[in-house]
């Protein structure tokens, strides 16, 4: 599997954005997925996943604020971020074919990941 992860940008806080990750050479439709983004001296979190049945998990720090959703038909996982804050500026990246595990809010990535794409929420 290869992603592509596109959608990022600079945006005033308050404002929205919403990431994409295109996947390719993979049975996108039969695997859980996640969203992760990462500062500069601190390790990768999870935003958000979503399995195959599309359930969902998210990061406490962005639930109510933040949507992930898949589309089998295009292969493509999103991430619709509204009411962006500062602290959400980040490194997001995408991850395809994981363990999801809904009951215990657990996300478990696996390789490759992308280049990710840079979000940067000015207050």
């Known amino acids: 599997v290869r992603v592509t992860e596109s959608g990022g940008g600079l945006v005033q806080a308050g404002e929205s954005l919403r990431l994409s990750c295109t996947a390719t050479?993979?049975?996108?439709?039969?695997?859980?997925m996640g969203w992760y983004r990462q500062v500069p001296g601190s390790q990768r979190e999870l935003v958000a996943a979503i399995g195959i049945g599309s359930s969902t998990v998210y990061a406490d720090s962005v639930k109510g604020r933040f949507t992930i959703s898949r589309d089998n038909a295009k292969s493509t996982l999103y991430l619709q971020m509204n009411s962006l804050k500062p602290e959400d500026t980040a490194v997001y990246y995408c991850?395809?074919?994981?363990?999801?595990?809904?009951?215990?809010?657990?996300?478990?990535?696996?390789?490759?990941w992308g280049q990710g794409t840079q979000v940067t929420v000015h207050s």
């Open positions: 991850n395809v074919g994981g363990t999801f595990v809904p009951a215990a809010g657990r996300y478990y990535p696996v390789p490759p």
């Open positions: 050479g993979g049975t996108f439709s039969r695997v859980g």
